[in-house]
């Protein structure tokens, strides 16, 4: 639900507007248009953390940033080496040093709000995008403060997600989703094993040499700095509803509901009621704050204050994607 940007008071010589769709995200811009993002930058990270750690997104705009190479300085700045997309979820591409694309689905496709890595029991902390390239049409952003949607879902159903958790299924090399080749960066069985046992993640290699794999995961968390509760999981966007009627049909008759790329489960098994899904399904979009990308802007999000997706849109896009601080279960 966009709203109005009004002007605020300014930190340093960066101004910062609190009043972006009520403070969330905090937009930062430079006193003289296109200055050096990374310069300006320099002595300021601890401010620009702690408007983070308060709103859970902040907005660079107006910077020059130096393409791929500066964005990734930018983003490394904060004291943590970028971290490499582990345990992937969705087709990406690196680009740089730590630094991916967005997403590969197709443009006339929806990526749901989520955190990322929420469906695993370790995630990074912070993510930071670039917008190269904004969409001629669509391609925006969208982000919600997941402290809002923890307090806006119907406290029984809160209660029973985070008491019983998530079980997530994932068949890999169905032709409809990543190979664990990719999901884990490796054609040795044995790092996977590794990985796998590291983390309490189940795995069952097929007799046709593919992978699957189970695991419990937190449904809510609590952020280890604030202390906040925050809604933390992927149940709405792994969970089979989240499929096109005709690919989840066709899907089915296929592999059966046990042979589907990925599904959610309560963490003892039982199915998650649709009525749950679709007031989950409702209260992120109610929650949702969506702004147009300009070419060069940066959005800063603490992954567990703030969940992010990805609108349709009609020419090319270019935005990339860097993450840091890894927090959880190792």
């Known amino acids: 639900m966009s709203q109005a940007f009004r002007v605020a008071p300014a930190l340093a010589a960066l101004a910062i507007d609190r009043e972006v769709h009520g403070s969330f995200p905090v937009v930062v811009t430079p006193r003289h248009p296109g200055v050096s993002l990374a310069a300006s930058m320099e002595g300021r990270q601890s401010q620009l953390l702690a408007e983070l750690e308060r709103h859970g997104a902040v907005l660079l705009r107006g910077f020059g940033v130096e393409g791929i190479d500066g964005f990734a300085a930018v983003a490394a700045s904060f004291g ?17 040093a730590g630094v991916y694309t967005s997403t590969e689905y197709p443009p006339h496709q929806h990526i749901p709000l989520h955190n990322e890595q ?13 917008c190269v390239t904004a969409a001629v049409e669509g391609g925006e952003t969208p982000i919600a403060d997941s402290r809002l949607v923890y307090q806006r879902i119907d406290r029984g159903l ?8 998530l079980l997530y299924v994932r068949n890999y090399g169905t032709g409809f989703d990543l190979s664990w080749q990719e999901v884990f960066g490796t054609t040795d069985r044995s790092v996977v094993d590794a990985y796998c046992a590291a983390r309490g993640i189940e795995r069952t290699w097929k007799n046709d040499g593919e992978l699957r794999t189970r695991q419990i995961c937190q449904a809510v968390a609590t952020h280890p700095t604030t202390g906040e509760l925050v809604w ?62 300009n070419d060069g802007d940066v959005l800063m999000l603490d992954n567990m204050l703030a969940a992010h997706g990805r609108a349709p849109y009609r020419g090319k896009r270019h935005v ?11």
């Open 158 to 165: 809160r209660e029973a997600f985070s008491s019983r958790k």
């Open 232 to 293: 933390f999981n992927q149940a709405h966007l792994f969970h089979v509803s989240n499929l096109e009627a005709d690919v989840r049909e066709a899907l089915l008759e296929i592999g059966g509901e046990e042979g589907l790329p990925r599904n959610v489960y309560y963490g003892d098994g039982a199915p998650i009621e649709a009525a749950a899904l679709a007031e989950i399904r409702g209260v992120l979009d109610e929650a949702k704050v969506a702004f147009p990308w």
């Open 118 to 130: 929420s469906y695993a029991s370790s995630w990074p902390m912070k993510i930071w995008f670039y």
């Open 80 to 96: 943590r080496p970028l971290l490499s997309y582990a345990f992937a979820s969705t087709p990406r591409s690196a680009i740089g």
């Open 320 to 330: 990339a994607v860097a993450m840091a601080e890894p927090h959880g279960a190792e």
